[in-house]
T-cell receptor, first 114, second 111 residues
Framework: QKEVEQDPGPLSVPEGAIVSLNCTYS??????FMWYRQYSRKGPELLMY????GNKEDGRFTAQVDKSSKYISLFIRDSQPSDSATYLC??????????????FGKGTKLTVNP | NAGVTQTPKFQVLKTGQSMTLQCAQD?????MYWYRQDPGMGLRLIYY???????DKGEVPNGYNVSRLNKREFSLRLESAAPSQTSVYFC??????????FGSGTRLTVV
């Protein structure tokens, strides 16, 4: 079983739709959870960063973490064509000395159609 | 606001040639990382450096070497390039307990 599983999609939705992106993980030691957005031919950029279970909202984006189920989600409300990108979940545990490493999902490619 | 700078952006190598990918960050981050990204494989960690003077292997280190020259710079060297090393390479840095900041990538083709 891979440490982080993410449905690669692709996912195609109409403009204005609510999008739900999900990842599951197996390592109960993971404490930091992130979502990155990667536009075509660009580097990943941080979208959301959470440390604990629960919800975190930032504009049209909501990140949700359920540690008991080892499941994280990213919701995008009122999706726009500019949201078309690949979304990667990432997570890490806590180690001393800065040696913690992020483990990434493989990414879900999202297309929002006008 | 340069963040993480990678050079070169594109490179074509012949099998057996060597090259060094350069990475520099101006955010005073302690940790730096090299990833490769291939279709269907996601981001895979090649090497990382938790702090200046230390380096460690990641998931796919074979065929690569790294140097943490100082706190700002972390280079990745391919000693004898192989077609299997055709990929997009990303450098990233991270302050302790924080998120990663990625560079814009180097697209490498080995023919």
């Amino acid at each position: 079983q891979k440490e982080v599983e993410q449905d690669p999609g692709p996912l195609s939705v109409p403009e204005g739709a609510i999008v739900s992106l999900n990842c599951t993980y197996s390592n109960s030691a993971f404490q930091y959870f992130m979502w990155y957005r990667q536009y075509s031919r660009k580097g990943p950029e941080l979208l959301m960063y959470t440390y604990s279970s629960g919800n975190k909202e930032d504009g049209r984006f909501t990140a949700q973490v359920d540690k008991s189920s080892k499941y994280i989600s990213l919701f995008i409300r009122d999706s726009q064509p500019s949201d078309s990108a690949t979304y990667l979940c990432a997570m890490s545990d806590i180690k001393q000395g800065g040696s913690e490493k992020l483990v990434f999902g493989k990414g879900t490619k999202l297309t929002v159609n006008p | 606001n340069a963040g993480v700078t990678q050079t070169p952006k594109f490179q074509v190598l012949k099998t057996g040639q060597s090259m060094t990918l350069q990475c520099a960050q101006d955010m005073n981050h302690n940790s730096m990382y090299w990833y490769r990204q291939d279709p269907g494989m996601g981001l895979r960690l090649i090497y990382y450096s938790a702090s200046e003077g230390t380096t460690d292997k990641g998931e796919v280190p074979n065929g690569y070497n790294v140097s943490r020259l100082n706190k700002r710079e972390f280079s990745l060297r391919l000693e004898s390039a192989a077609p299997s090393q055709t990929s997009v390479y990303f450098c990233a840095s991270r302050r302790t307990g924080g998120s990663y900041t990625f560079g814009s990538g180097t697209r490498l083709t080995v023919v």
